[in-house]
T-cell receptor, first 115, second 115 residues
Framework: AQSVTQLDSHVSVSEGTPVLLRCNYS??????LFWYVQHPNKGLQLLLK??????LVKGINGFEAEFKKSETSFHLTKPSAHMSDAAEYFC?????????????FGTGTRLKVLA | NAGVTQTPKFRILKIGQSMTLQCTQD?????MYWYRQDPGMGLKLIYY???????DKGEVPNGYNVSRSTTEDFPLRLELAAPSQTSVYFC??????????????FGNGTRLTVT
């Protein structure tokens, strides 16, 4: 069965420094992977998705993620944090088992950006 | 382009009361989902549907019911509200298996409190 683990429940960075949010997945299929962002009291917005066309995926707001099959990882990065990046981030893997198509969520990483 | 629309945004229920959370999408997605979000727990799948007339249980279906009479609508019913159902509920839709790497599109959520 597919699963996803977000290795940090909270991450704090200073404004202008790099961001790294870690995600490991387990999948018996070629996975579909996504990162979503949720700002306080808001819905979930798609940041980026892995399409298998390229291992380095670019998303919105300067975020990127690199798919590493050998490490079963899909870490989210950004070169320089902005105050507006403070939010909760979810790594998601799709479960493409026969007859279903479910999305499995990690437990989330709350990013705090310090001035 | 409305996307996924959920109503109401907020609701307070007394224990034992019933209510229906409404969800509609205008993207012609066959796949629709209901999730609940509790602090620190990520999103848990309640029910999902792969098309009109077809529904199935997710991880946490107890205390809930769904129906899918049209492609557009996927209401979630709480029959006897309990304090454990206090949560934020998200409806989502996607192309699912019909389009590789299809992401989830979310509504803005319903914040439900049961007292």
């Amino acid at each position: 069965a597919q699963s996803v683990t977000q290795l940090d429940s909270h991450v704090s960075v200073s404004e202008g420094t790099p961001v790294l949010l870690r995600c490991n997945y387990s999948s018996s299929y070629s996975p579909s992977l996504f990162w979503y962002v949720q700002h306080p009291n808001k819905g979930l917005q798609l940041l980026l998705k892995y399409t298998s066309a390229a291992t380095l995926v670019k998303g919105i707001n300067g975020f990127e993620a690199e798919f590493k099959k050998s490490e079963t990882s899909f870490h989210l990065t950004k070169p320089s944090a902005h105050m507006s990046d403070a939010a909760e981030y979810f790594c998601v893997v799709s479960d493409r088992a026969s007859g279903t198509y479910k999305y499995i969520f990690g437990t989330g990483t709350r990013l705090k950006v310090l001035a | 382009n409305a996307g996924v629309t959920q109503t109401p945004k907020f609701r307070i229920l007394k224990i034992g009361q019933s209510m229906t959370l409404q969800c509609t999408q205008d993207m012609n997605h066959n796949y629709m989902y209901w999730y609940r979000q509790d602090p620190g727990m990520g999103l848990k799948l309640i029910y999902y549907s792969v098309g009109a007339g077809i529904t199935d249980k997710g991880e946490v279906p107890n205390g809930y019911n769904v129906s899918r009479s049209t492609t557009e609508d996927f209401p979630l019913r709480l029959e006897l509200a309990a304090p454990s159902q206090t949560s934020v509920y998200f409806c989502a839709s996607s192309y699912g298996r019909e389009m590789l790497n299809s992401p989830l599109h979310f509504g803005n959520g319903t914040r439900l409190t049961v007292t």
